[in-house]
């Protein structure tokens, strides 16, 4: 046989194989996500047996340097210090920030008088042993998500995180919207989970897509019910039937709704709730980030009782609970009257704004789509001359490619503090058809 020079892997032994696959990857020869070399192949070119390698392989496996296994291909793990692998570019000096996706500050409550609300109530900080939810926020949740089951995490992405923990294990598939949220798919990655990409359109899923996702061995799917990362989907009535039968045909799959924009978005009834006994396992993630603020931090759980046990009981035995002092400042901004009225505001401003950038940029012959939320997606042939013109013409857009694994290329515009659509959507126009832009 001959012995392939190329190996990128070389030792003497099993441990050299795996101190060198560790050095390969510290000095960037590998990197996370490639694939190991074959076993035969290391072998061969190190003249070591298949049965060496395949030992130090599966001390690789046993460090938490290589995913996959039986089956699968071996991949090297993503870098356990967590750094996104493609970060978001900074916005440049001067330019409309048009790529954060978060809430417009002036739509979000003052917070004084709740933390004040607080502090009144609290002449001591709380100690140990006081229930995981608080009461009154547990009744508010109760009363309007119409749940029986919840606790609380910090934030959809965490509740997210926690559901996924309490029942998929490394190397398992999950089935997502695609293009999707970009730190769901690094999250996913981080913890060894295999993401698959489902397409969807402006009223979500595809279905049929779906399906093959599941028929597959995806063992969770996480989809975002509206306001749909980037691209403003919504489910619809249809949508939600015919995937809750998809769904309900799968049983053992969790199947999590990460509602981020819940709390601005208004009434919602769960998939499991359309599909009763057909969906068992289910998280329902309502977050108050884009509706009270993104540094509350604070998000309700609901679902089936095993699934809010396992998440309640492994947030029990790490961090204990979420901060009662978040807790009673949710409860307070959720009771003021006021808040009640800039929620109000605050969905009407956002649809109004989506819907302006949509129709500024229709007007100009691009074609964009966003049902819900906050963002707006226009597909482009090419995203980084789209974004670097826009980013001439002085508007930071994000570019599409964090955002996709299988799907066609975009941009993402943040319409949520965007007035005046009309100059965005002239330069991206110039930049599609060529024409020198007059500035903006
Ligand atoms: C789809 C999606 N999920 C989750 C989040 C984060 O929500 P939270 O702040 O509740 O973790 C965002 C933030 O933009 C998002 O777009």
Known sequence: MS?????????????????????ALRDGRLQPGDPLPSIRLVAAANSLSPTTVAAAYRELRRRG????????????????????????????????DLASGGPDPSLLPDHGPALAQVAAERARPGGYGQPAVDPDL?????????????????????????????????????????????DLLHLLRLAGLVPVPVPLDGHGPDPTALA?????????VVLTPRAQNPTGAALDDDRRSTLAAVLGAH????????????????????LAAVAPGGITRWAWAYSVSKGLGPDLRLAALAGDPE????????LAAGPGWVSHLLQRSVFHLLCAPA???????????????????????????????????????????????ATMALSHAGYH??????????SLPGIRLTAARLDDPGPVAAALAAWRTGTPHRGG
Request: with cysteine; proline share 7%; charged share 20%.
């Open 3 to 23: 012995v392939p020079s190329d190996c990128i892997i070389r030792g003497s032994s099993g441990e050299a194989i795996t101190a060198d696959v560790e050095a």
């Open 65 to 96: 340097r290589v995913l996959g296994g039986a089956r699968r291909r071996l991949t090297l793990a993503p870098n356990p210090t967590g750094a996104a692998p493609v970060a978001a570019p900074p916005p440049a000096a001067g330019s409309v």
């Open 138 to 182: 547990a009744a508010w949740f109760r009363a309007h998500l119409g749940v029986e089951h919840l606790t609380l995490a910090s934030g959809a992405l965490d509740a997210t995180e926690r559901a996924l923990a309490a029942w998929l294990r490394p190397g398992d598939a999950v089935a997502v919207e695609d293009p999707g949220y970009p």
């Open 212 to 220: 093959g996702a599941l028929k597959r061995g995806a063992r969770a």
């Open 251 to 270: 049983p053992d799959v969790l199947v999590i709704e990460d509602d981020h924009f819940g709390l601005v978005a208004g009434r919602y009834q769960p």
């Open 307 to 314: 699934t809010v046990a396992r998440v309640g009981g492994r």
């Open 339 to 385: 808040t009640d009225r800039l929620l109000a505001q605050a969905a009407t401003t956002y649809d109004r704004r989506r819907a302006a950038l949509i129709a500024a940029l229709a007007a100009e012959g691009v074609a964009a789509h966003g049902n819900s939320g906050l963002n707006v997606w226009a597909p482009v042939a090419d995203e980084a001359a």
């Open 397 to 406: 857009v994000a570019a599409g490619t964090r955002f996709r694994l299988a």
